[in-house]
């Protein structure tokens, strides 16, 4: 079992949130079990950025990018040299901390 920090982000979780699933488990799978409703635009099949993340901690972690992700990243907003998208960013044993970027690349916000 892992222990997720989400630093506040003013939409998705004003508070901030710590969260705990297992390994294995992907990040956006994790905040979206717990209500923390992050952008997801192609459904978790690493075809999109909407669901970046920044990972400040516990980076190092998390399973290798691979070479689809590392590709999709170039376009998501905010790059950072720390960032996965939260679909394909899968946990360890090791607790992470996490920023949701304040701007996506998707123009119109899909309710799911």
């Keep these: 079992m892992a222990t997720i920090k989400i630093l ?4 998705y979780c004003p508070e901030g949130a710590e969260i ?3 390994a294995g488990t992907s990040i956006c799978e994790a905040l979206l079990d717990h209500k923390i409703n992050i952008e997801h635009a192609c459904e978790l099949s690493c ?3 909407t669901c970046h993340v ?3 901690e516990g980076f190092r972690s998390l399973n290798p990018l691979d070479e689809c992700e590392e590709d999709l990243l170039d376009r998501a907003w905010g790059l950072e040299p720390n960032s996965r998208l939260s679909c ?3 946990l360890a044993h090791t607790d992470v901390t996490v920023e949701i970027p304040k701007y ?3 123009h119109a916000k899909e309710i799911h």
């Design 8 to 11: 506040p982000h003013p939409e």
């Design 20 to 22: 705990n699933a297992p």
């Design 47 to 49: 075809a999109c950025t």
């Design 54 to 56: 920044i990972v400040r």
């Design 88 to 90: 394909q960013a899968f």
């Design 104 to 106: 996506s690349i998707n």
